[in-house]
């Protein structure tokens, strides 16, 4: 099993940048996709960022605002989150694939190992 633990989230002005962490245990690899997806308030959870271990995907809405990268040695993946906007506003989680295709899934049925989620607020 994986476990994974969200971090970093807060309120933040529009225009503003927040980094959410995190942190895998358990049966890891650096061969897993790590993604985050983001669930606002009555809408369906939805993919924002991806890095398998050969490439990252992003979904159009955050491209040129949001970097996902890892760190291998410390089993995290991080979100660089820019040029926030209020639409930014959800929870957002952090979740694990093993199944080590090269290019990172944007469906979250892909995905076997949730966080408990961080919650991300962008006001206007």
């Known amino acids: 099993q994986v476990q994974l633990v969200e971090s970093g989230g807060g309120l933040v002005q529009a225009g503003g940048s927040l980094r959410l962490s995190c942190a895998a245990s358990?049966?890891?690899?650096?061969?897993?996709?790590m993604g985050w997806f983001r669930q606002a308030p009555g809408k369906e959870r939805e993919f924002v960022a991806a890095?398998?271990?050969?490439?990252?995907t992003y979904a159009d809405s955050v491209k040129g605002r949001f970097t996902i990268s890892r760190d291998n040695a410390k089993n995290a993946v991080y979100l660089q989150m820019n040029s926030l906007k209020p639409g930014d506003t959800a929870v957002y989680y952090c979740?694990?694939?093993?199944?080590?295709?090269?290019?990172?899934?944007?469906?979250?049925?892909?995905?076997?190992?949730w966080g408990q989620g961080t919650q991300v607020t962008v006001s206007s």
């Open positions: 358990g049966r890891t690899s650096s061969r897993y996709t």
């Open positions: 890095i398998s271990w050969l490439s990252s």
């Open positions: 979740a694990v694939d093993r199944s080590t295709y090269p290019v990172a899934k944007v469906n979250a049925e892909g995905y076997e190992y």
